[in-house]
């Protein structure tokens, strides 16, 4: 089944730039989505990608895609404070949708 | 409606008890999704739906969890005979076809005593 592999934990400074990768093994995903979740909340879909595009930019969220790699990442810009949270890949697969483990993003003040 | 709904949000039931789970998906969303998501894990796939039929429920863990959505809509997960290891929060996801984007419900947080 998919494989997907990410860091555990970013510790980034306000202001600066938050880079999270995840790494996938099914060559089939179409769709690549990133989820955030903030303590004792649900899942909240913060952006994705088409397996057909190499970069996406939505506001402060840059995702990047090297399907040969199988390598996905996620950039936020200018971290703030509210955007600390576990954030999810999770590539949608030949059938279903496979979440990594999360990683943790803790903003330094 | 206009977002996945799950009820109830918080269960507590008791070892042994039988529990169900509702999801109401997006209407005319074809393909719904169960999610189980423990404390400190990523979701974890269970089963997935296409119309009434169940066309992967390699996730479940043992044959206490069933599912049904008898008509292509609102779906039920059922656990029998709770154990305390069943604690998690449930989710339950849908998509107007296969492969195209998935929207999550807020979940069902149960708990085992």
């Known amino acids: 089944g998919e494989d997907v592999e990410q860091s555990l934990f970013l510790s980034v400074r306000e202001g600066d730039s938050s880079v999270i990768n995840c790494t996938y093994t099914?060559?089939?995903?179409?769709?690549l989505y990133w989820y955030k979740q903030e303590p004792g909340a649900g899942l909240q879909l913060l952006t994705y990608?088409?397996?057909?595009?190499d970069m996406k930019q939505d506001q402060r969220l840059t995702v990047l895609l090297n399907k040969k790699d199988k390598h996905l990442s996620l950039r936020i810009a200018d971290t703030q404070t509210g955007d600390s949270a576990i954030y999810f890949c999770?590539?949608?697969?030949?059938?279903?949708?496979?979440f990594g483990t999360g990683t943790r993003l803790t903003i330094i003040p | 409606g206009a977002g996945v709904s799950q009820t109830p949000s918080n269960k507590v039931t008791e070892k042994g008890k039988y529990v169900e789970l509702r999801c109401d998906p997006i209407?005319?969303?074809?393909?719904l999704y169960w999610y189980r998501q423990s404390l400190g894990q990523g979701p974890e796939f269970l089963i997935y739906f296409q119309g009434t039929g169940a066309a992967d429920d390699s996730g479940l863990p043992n044959d206490r969890f069933f599912a049904v959505r008898p008509e292509g809509s609102v779906s039920t997960l059922k656990i029998q005979r709770t154990e305390r290891g069943d604690s998690a929060v449930y989710l339950c996801a849908s998509s107007l076809a296969f492969r195209d984007r998935i929207v999550f419900g807020s979940g069902t947080r149960l708990t085992v005593v």
């Open positions: 999770a590539p949608h697969g030949s059938e279903k949708l496979t």
């Open positions: 209407s005319g969303h074809t393909a």
């Open positions: 099914d060559s089939s995903s179409t769709y």
């Open positions: 990608i088409f397996s057909n595009m």
